[in-house]
């Protein structure tokens, strides 16, 4: 008897010696070993990938954001503030209507087959909204030029980028809501256009917010 409550003694102070040590390994030395080596070698993307404008964080590298006009008494839908870059459409699985700037509430694609009537209509109301938004007087937007990207959502819904073709479409437009010369506006997509990951993994493309911080400062430069 004596024996037995021994060696469960013994064989409970080796699991709670066990436990102890593995808490303090696994919840403690670490992390904070991961979260130092992050911090030192990848500070910027540890902390959320954030992007400064004007001495302040105006969002994330990573994640799309609107451009829209305040909403108009009884309007339910923002109209897009046309002087800014237009990034993808952003649909997806819940929507926020806290906070409009960021408008999904979580990272999701709509899993609507291609022949989906519901779908179908997004593409078609965006692919309108493109031509009606960025035709211009002397440059009209015919349909055949519209990419892919300017009409349906990424995987994420979050999508911070845009494709080259997108961002051109739209410069006509933004030179005019901004009083820029076309050249001009043209030359800051060319600048903020990345290449393909190691030259072969994925496609080129502008990070719209990148590219609008940088159309603000050229606006403000005039």
């Known amino acids: 008897m004596n024996n037995s409550v021994s060696n469960t003694a ?23 070993a991961v979260t130092g080596v992050a911090q030192a070698l990848f500070n910027g993307k540890a902390n959320g990938s954030e992007v400064s404008a004007g001495g302040r964080v105006v969002g994330s590298s990573l994640i799309g954001q609107s451009y829209n006009l305040p909403l108009e008494p009884g309007q339910e839908t923002p109209e897009p503030d046309l002087k800014w870059f237009q990034g993808r459409p952003a649909n997806g699985l819940g929507e926020n209507t806290l906070n409009t700037q960021y408008r999904l509430i979580l990272s999701g694609a709509t899993n609507l087959a291609a022949d989906n009537p519901e779908l ?103």
């Open 10 to 32: 013994r064989l409970l102070g080796a699991g709670l010696r066990a436990l102890l040590a593995l808490t303090l390994v696994t919840g403690v030395i670490y992390p904070l």
């Open 120 to 222: 179908v209509e997004q593409v078609r109301a965006a692919q309108a909204a493109v031509i009606e938004d960025n035709s211009v007087p002397g440059h009209p937007v015919e349909p055949s030029e519209i990419p892919a990207d300017a009409v349906t959502s990424s995987g994420s819904g979050l999508d911070p980028d845009i494709s080259p073709d997108y961002a051109e479409l739209q410069v006509p437009r933004v030179a005019r809501e901004n009083g820029l010369p076309v050249a001009k506006v043209q030359e800051l997509v060319d600048r903020h256009t990345q290449g393909r990951t190691l030259g072969f993994i994925g496609e080129p493309r502008l990070n719209v917010l990148e590219l609008n911080i940088a159309l603000k400062e050229l606006v403000t430069k005039g």
